[in-house]
């Protein structure tokens, strides 16, 4: 891309730990190649706004270890309208920002891929969400870190479900898929997972703690995905307790704990190569794609099937799973 001088960089929808490392490789990678690279704070309405930081090297120093994301992120609903992003594209275009990576979900890819059908601005998506759901990549920025969390907090119930015979309902982020939970669940051992994928499983949950009941099993950690049909955790439990009285019953919510936090060294790693691969991609002349990692390579998704298209979780890890927590 002969025109390509200056591009934007910008974080969108939650945080996730392994941002600031994509926001380093994007601006030093850019850099390398002879770019500027500006920073847009607050996402699409940093762009509305004409919130524009010019990157240097020193900029991003000093961040790749830190959890959440030094450009801020936000919700634009002023960016869904025609109006807003014509406001901001003119602001781009007054900036002279050439080109722009997004880091963020798939809906900072489908604001983007609308933009770029509009307006003829390459952007180019980088994955940043703990839930792990975008089809297209295999693992998003944010999510090992986000794991980790959800298992050291898990241990620590487990030490005192044991010592006071409790049964345990543990709520994890994932209102529209069961990733955390069920990748989490597996590591922590739990007796059982709740995933928005798998409809009616408060019925045989209830056979599973009946059977664990007469068989004196001392404590059970549940692990429910926020999104369950059920109503969630608090829910699922109280219905729990008119069947089970003899049940210790507490919930626990883990929150926003799991997006903050000193990324992982997967995380960092990742994200460092996805920040690299989008710079390529956009000297490649690419526009209106996710990079993203599939079997351990570096791979490239159109915006309109990373939007459109939906991840699903491995249900065979899940049968494996229910086979363990016997």
Do not use: W
Not at 85 to 97: D, N, P, Q, T
Not at 251 to 270: E, F, K, M, N
């Amino acid at each position: 891309m002969a025109k390509l001088k200056k591009i934007g960089v910008f974080t969108s929808g939650g945080d996730a730990p392994g941002m600031n490392a994509a926001i380093r490789a994007v601006t030093r990678t850019a850099i390398y190649y002879g770019l500027h690279v500006i920073g847009i704070r607050h996402g699409y309405e940093g762009i509305i706004n004409g919130n524009f930081k010019e990157l240097k090297a020193f900029n991003v120093s000093d961040i790749i270890q830190r959890g959440g994301t030094i450009l801020k992120t936000a919700r634009s609903k002023e960016f869904r309208t025609p109006e807003g992003r014509k406001k901001a594209f003119e602001r781009l275009r007054s900036a002279g920002i050439d080109a722009v990576v997004a880091i963020g979900g798939d809906g900072t890819f489908a604001g983007a891929r609308q933009f770029t059908e509009e307006f003829d601005v390459p952007f180019v998506g980088i994955p940043g969400t703990i839930d792990n759901d975008i089809y297209g990549t295999d693992y998003t920025i944010g999510y090992d870190t986000a794991l980790n969390t959800v298992v050291e907090a898990i241990d620590k119930i487990r030490d005192t479900a044991s010592s006071h015979n409790r049964l345990f309902f543990v709520e994890v982020m994932g209102r529209d898929a069961g990733f955390i939970a069920l990748r989490s669940g597996i590591a922590c051992g739990a007796e059982a997972i709740l995933i928005p994928e798998i409809k009616n499983q408060v019925s045989n949950l209830k056979d599973f703690l009946e059977k664990g009941f007469k068989r004196k099993k001392s404590s059970n950690i549940i692990i429910v995905a926020e999104g369950e049909e059920s109503g969630g955790a608090f829910a699922i439990a109280e219905k729990v307790k008119e069947d089970f009285k003899d049940y210790d019953v507490r919930v626990t919510v883990l929150g926003h704990i799991q997006r903050g936090g000193t990324p992982s060294a997967y995380d960092r790693v990742t994200a460092s190569l996805f920040g690299h691969a989008a710079v390529q991609a956009l000297l490649d002349d690419q526009q209106s794609i996710m990079v993203g990692m599939v079997n351990g390579e570096i791979a490239h998704c159109t915006f309109n099937k990373a939007v459109k298209k939906h991840k699903q979780v491995d249900m065979e890890k899940m049968e494996i799973a229910e086979i363990l927590s016997v």
